[in-house]
């Protein structure tokens, strides 16, 4: 998936690279040789060769998401303006029509605005990522059990928490999720696919909830969610939402969770019903496509 969409990127940049410098010096003209400044050429070249090389690593690197696509929109746009740039070492620009001033100055700030806010909310993303990271931590120092796939906690470690939370009698939320077409995925895109897919899901998950809430892979494609302290309209508002971050339409999510309030309670018996409720969830659905 990212490598389509990576192709998909590169095919963009290569058409409006094209794109502006057939418009451009199809209607310019020509600047003689002996005027030609090959230390800007050279300069400006090496930025387009940059920003070539900053859209391929940002389409690899980054899930899909409204900030990948503000980051990659301002490096298209920044690019556009460079390509302009460039041009300009070759050929006249103010021999252009008037409307043609928008693509040299245009591009460039638009593309800066862009990235500015693509910034912003990476920034934004790698602390609540930051934050997961202490809280796993935390849980790793008493009890050192991770899932080499997704890097999330398993489910001895969920296991072990729930337990403390019961015994203390904190209130609490939990919550399960379920990948519904998971197998047929798997079984029409191969292994290495699902994998893909489990650890970008992994990633989504853990961009989405608090610092104090605990992720983990509970087996195969389900996955747990601890909420200490969360009250049931919350619980409910996150289950939705975070069944809607599977970067993948041809699988859905099925989510389910219950909440305890203050006081102690039985942590297996609670997991035996939001295990029931998983099954009943599913089941419901397939009466639901059936009908």
């Known amino acids: 998936m990212e490598r389509t969409r990576t192709l998909r990127i590169i095919g963009l940049w290569i058409a409006l690279l094209l794109g502006i410098s057939a418009l451009i010096l199809a209607r310019a003209d020509a ?49 556009c303006g460079s390509v302009v740039d460039l041009l300009d070492e070759f050929v006249r620009l103010d021999t252009l029509p008037t409307g043609f001033a928008l693509l040299e100055k245009g591009p460039v700030p638009l593309g800066l605005i862009s990235l500015t806010i693509g910034l912003w909310g990476w920034r934004k993303e790698q602390l609540r990522i930051n934050q997961q990271l202490r809280t796993r931590e935390q849980f790793l120092r008493e009890a050192d059990h991770i899932d080499p796939l997704t890097q999330l906690c398993d489910a001895r470690t969920f296991d072990a928490h729930l337990q403390r939370l019961a015994q203390k009698g904190t209130s609490c939320s939990v919550m399960m999720l379920d990948l519904d077409q998971f197998h047929r995925f798997n079984h029409d895109h191969g292994m290495a696919a699902g994998d893909e897919l489990l650890h970008r899901f992994s990633h989504a998950l853990a961009n989405e909830v608090r610092h104090c809430d605990l992720i983990c892979r509970y087996a195969g494609d389900r996955f747990v969610v601890l909420l200490p302290r969360c009250p049931a309209s919350l619980a409910a508002a996150l289950a939705e939402h975070l069944r809607q971050q599977l970067p993948e339409p041809r699988v859905s999510v099925t989510a389910v969770y219950l909440c305890r309030g203050e006081g102690p309670f039985e942590a297996q018996s609670l997991l035996a019903e939001l295990n029931q409720r998983m099954v009943d969830a599913k089941a419901h659905r397939q009466w639901a496509k059936a009908g």
């Open 31 to 79: 600047k003689p040789l002996a005027i030609w400044d090959w230390w800007d050429i050279a300069l400006e070249t090496s930025l387009l060769v940059l920003i070539s090389t900053w859209l391929v690593m940002v389409a690899q690197a980054r899930p899909g998401g409204r900030i990948t696509r503000w980051l990659l929109a301002g490096l298209l746009a920044f690019g």
